[in-house]
């Protein structure tokens, strides 16, 4: 009926929905009969302004308070229509989705924190994404909770290390894309005013951030990469001829230096306490060998340069460790000697050695 009498039912679900408005007798009937349904509905191909309308329906017995409609139950109904959409690439504008998940990242944190521990791999990182998502169009309808943002920084912290590790593709299990996309967000979160107060005291977050860029930048000196997709640097390597996988910008690899070294830049922003930890875990080194092109890592070197002045910014001693560098000549670049061009890069040694 859906595809066959489409405005038949659309206005049958369109009654439906004016149906459940502040009716609570209405509510528990229709939710009790045929709620199982509606949530998989919700979220089935064609989509359309039919799976806006079920949403409304659960929207608004959701808001009604009397427990009817699990925040589980209308998380996932959410997770898995926000995947599908992607997915078809889909460009109608389902309101009632928004409304729905805006209300858990906006006022209910910790109902969103409870849930995320219990849903799969998938329904996580479409969550993230979402999230990411809404913080790229800079908060339109409130701010993401406290709670939460500090929720993703603990987990980024545990399971960050995946990431070094091959990435596992069993369902339930930690997975790359899930520590990308909440690096995505801490990245966002951090470089915000409207968030400056959230990560500012987490020196552990610094930490673990700085820590995993110098493995990642120590792993693409090995001769295999160290486990990872080693950087482009070549023009060659991007040309339609070459070997290399277009789909690299759909991996994991992609812009993680970026994001590593963006957290890096926004969390030593006016904060000594993480200057202090830049020093003694000699972060500085690490930036400037980010301070290269790679296709892999868009405007890694501008966020590099950016985290370098921000280290340096009322630091005595991270100016000292940039004044002790002395040139030593021309570094190989290899996208100047495609270009034919005599000019290197600047080598650079510490002048204490």
């Known amino acids: 009926m859906r595809t066959e009498h489409r405005l038949i039912h659309n206005l049958s679900l369109q009654v439906l929905a004016n149906s459940v408005v502040n009716n609570e007798t209405t509510q528990a009937l229709i939710w009790s009969q045929h709620g199982l349904k509606i949530a998989e509905q919700a979220y089935a191909s064609p989509l359309g302004s ?11 017995i959701y808001l009604s308070g009397h427990g009817l409609i699990t925040d589980l139950v209308a998380l996932k109904t959410c997770l898995q229509l926000w995947r599908a959409l992607n997915e078809a690439q889909c460009t109608y504008n389902f309101e009632y989705l928004h409304f729905f998940l805006e209300h858990f990242i906006v006022q209910n944190g910790r109902a969103c924190v409870a849930c995320y521990q219990k849903l799969e791999t998938e329904d996580r990182v479409a969550f993230l994404d979402y999230v990411a998502h809404y913080l790229r169009e800079n908060s339109p309808n409130g701010d993401v909770t406290l709670f939460l943002l500090q929720h993703f920084a603990k987990e980024f912290r545990m399971k960050s290390d995946c ?11 930690l997975h790359p894309r899930e520590v990308h996309t909440l690096l995505r967000i801490i990245a966002s979160a951090s470089g915000s005013e409207k968030y400056a107060n959230v990560y500012p005291n987490d020196q552990s977050l610094f930490i673990n951030v700085s820590s995993l860029l110098r493995c990642i930048v120590s792993a693409g000196k090995e001769p295999d990469g160290g486990g990872l997709d080693k950087p482009m640097t070549k023009l060659e390597e991007v040309a339609l001829t070459s070997d290399i996988d277009a789909g690299y910008e759909k991996k994991v690899s992609y812009e993680l230096k970026t994001l590593l070294v963006r957290c890096s830049a926004n969390l030593l922003y006016d904060n000594k306490a993480n200057k202090g930890y830049c020093l003694d875990t000699q972060l500085l080194p690490t930036l400037l060998e980010c301070t290269t092109m790679d296709a892999r890592n868009p405007l890694m070197r501008e966020w590099s340069i950016l985290a370098i002045r921000n280290a340096c910014i009322n630091c005595p001693e991270a100016q000292q460790v940039i004044a ?14 495609e270009l034919n061009l005599d000019m290197g890069a600047l080598r650079i040694s510490d002048r204490q050695q």
Do not use: F
């Not at 039919?50 to 608004?60: E, P």
């Not at 002790?324 to 000697?337: F, V």
């Open 163 to 173: 990431l070094l590790r091959e990435t596992i593709k069993l369902k339930h299990e």
């Open 50 to 60: 039919s799976n806006n309308v079920l949403l409304m329906i659960m929207y608004n």
């Open 324 to 337: 002790g560098l002395t040139m030593q000549g021309s570094a190989p670049n290899d996208i100047l000697t």
